[in-house]
Each structure stands twice: as C-alpha cells, then as structure tokens.
C-alpha cells in the first residue's frame, strides 16, 4: 500500500466513515492497517481548551507515526490491547509541523514544544528534551513529503490549506 491509500483505509477501518477519530482502534489494528511505525513515544499534548469538558492541561500520551497518520493514545503501553486511539490525525498536504521555541512556546509546558496543523486544527505536542522534539519533526516532515509524493505518483492533486 501507498502512505494516501493506507491513511484512508485507517480513517476507515478505525472511524467508520474517513472523519479521522480513530477512535475504538487498538494499537495492534493500527500497525495491521498501516505499513507500520515510523516514530513513537511519550509526549505532553496540550489540550485544546474547546468543548464543554476540555481543559488546557498538558496530559502525556503515547504518541504514534506511520505512513499516513498521526495518533495518541491516553495510555502509555503498546502493548495493551484496551490501549485505544484517542484521536487519529491524518496526513495530508495540507498537514505541516512546527517546531515552537522562545515566545511561541506554552511556558507551562515542556522544553521542547512542536505544533500539527491538520484538518484546520493545530496539535500541540512537548516533550522534555530539544533534541527528542527535531527528531519528531523531522519525522513528520518526512511523512508528510511521503504523502505528498505519492499523491503526486497517483496522479491525485495534494490539497494545500493552511
């Protein structure tokens, strides 16, 4: 499979209808549906404060990339099968990452803060050390360009929103 046509079949498989929830999927069907993992670990994700019981706390979570999507899970262990995606991020063209420093950093959170904008919402991510945050970057990043290079092979224009 392409990194576009396993995103989708994820989206689908995990949400029932493409929307990107994930919600339900454990860990295991994830790397079934997916060509696998291409960077995962514990980060702090910030809450986005909207919704009626959101908050803006930074919570830790497990934090998985594969060819296609980005997911969280609330609890650590990967190899707990009630371990459920609590949010699934699909990666597009119009996905883009971001790494924060300075001002644009929550001073509440950890050192080493980067940003995913996808779907028209931004995710914000931490983690303790500068260096664990480029490594999550530049492992978006490169996701990302994959996606994009197989749209562009599918003949498929890449959406870019920003």
């Known amino acids: ?3 576009a046509a396993a995103a989708v079949a994820i989206a689908e498989a995990s949400s029932g209808g493409g929307d990107g929830g994930g919600v339900g999927m454990s860990i295991t069907e994830l790397l079934a549906e997916s060509d696998g993992v291409l960077h995962k670990g514990a980060v702090s994700k910030r809450g986005s404060g909207r919704g009626l019981f959101s908050s803006v ?7 998985v990339l594969t060819p296609g999507s980005l997911c ?4 650590l262990d990967d190899a707990d099968p009630t371990n ?3 949010r699934m991020v699909l990666i597009d063209g119009s996905t ?3 790494r924060l420093g300075g001002a644009s950093a929550d001073g509440r959170g950890p050192a080493g803060q980067f940003t995913v904008r996808a779907q028209a919402r931004d995710y914000l991510f931490g983690v303790d050390e500068s260096a ?4 999550w970057v530049a492992e978006i990043e490169k996701a990302i360009q994959a996606v994009v290079a197989g749209m562009a092979q599918a003949g498929m224009a890449p959406v870019s929103v920003q």
């Open 1 to 3: 499979k392409g990194a």
């Open 57 to 63: 706390r930074w919570k830790t979570k497990l934090l």
């Open 72 to 75: 969280y899970f609330d609890k």
């Open 84 to 86: 459920k995606v609590a």
């Open 96 to 98: 883009s990452v971001t």
């Open 132 to 135: 664990e945050a480029d490594a």
